[in-house]
């Protein structure tokens, strides 16, 4: 089949990283009340989301033919997860942990849903390099109906990864509550859905892998970066949701 070539609005603009964290936490909560106010308008042509939702943390793994059971397996047994397999077991047991977490927060009534983006983070994002402003939000293909929280959680697991990551926790965090107004329920659950994001991409990886998609070598990369995300985000859980509730007072 010959290529078509597409043509688009150039949106000016440059990735930001880590510059700018206040400006990408203002803009992704920007986006996601516009998210909010389309989603009834989404939802009368496309009811259901061909993305799973986040807190189905097994989804990508079982959409390749597997299971829970067989992730791990997968996970506990791939050789070429051996030199970072410190790292691998803490990842695993983190996810363990969790499922139990994300079980508790359903049975609670469970977080507010919308449509969301899904995958709104620094490099998803174009700032202008005097102002400092957010000029445009790209890649849409994660959108989906899920927790609204997880806008801001997807944000927030990149910049756990950075070396210091305090500083731009905070900045993101007193722009995204500039505009958005989360629930205390949303703010009590904010660390375990940082974690949500880093810990689903894990299974992403391994799911690649067992389908013959993609090399285990991708996780194994970033299984310990992953890992010191996780601690981390367990070490300041607090003061993330200290940070919100003082920026949204």
């Not at 799973?52 to 997968?74: C, L, N």
């Not at 009590?188 to 070598?217: G, M, Q």
Request: glycine share 6%; charged share 30%.
């Amino acid at each position: 089949m010959d290529a078509k070539p597409s043509v688009f609005e150039l949106i000016p603009g440059s990735l930001p990283k880590t510059r700018f964290a206040d400006a990408v936490g203002e803009a992704t909560a920007a986006l996601s009340k516009c998210m909010e106010e389309a989603e009834s308008e989404v939802r009368a042509v496309a009811p259901v989301s061909p993305t799973s939702v986040y807190r189905d943390i097994f989804g990508a793994f079982i959409k390749k033919g597997g299971s829970r059971d067989a992730f791990f397996v997968e996970a506990e047994t791939n050789p070429g997860l051996d030199a970072v397999r410190v790292s691998v077991n803490d990842l695993l047991n983190s996810i363990r942990v969790l499922e139990e977490k994300l079980a508790d927060i359903e049975s609670s009534g469970g977080l507010p849903e919308t449509l969301i983006h899904g995958d709104v983070h620094y490099d998803n994002s174009l700032a202008d390099e005097t102002t400092g402003k957010v000029t445009g939000i790209i890649d849409f293909e994660f959108a989906s109906y899920d927790w609204r929280m997880m806008e801001a959680a997807a944000g927030l697991s990149k910049y756990v990864g950075e070396r210091d990551p305090l500083p731009f926790v905070v900045d993101y965090i007193k722009g995204f509550c500039r505009r958005a107004t989360p629930t205390e329920a949303e703010i009590d659950a904010l660390p375990d859905l940082i974690k949500l994001r880093v810990l689903e991409t894990v299974v992403y990886f391994v799911a690649r892998s067992a389908a013959k998609e993609d090399d285990i070598s991708q996780l194994a990369l970033r299984a310990e970066n992953y890992a010191a995300r996780v601690r981390w985000i367990d070490a300041n859980a607090q003061v993330i949701r200290d940070t919100m509730r003082t920026a949204l007072a």
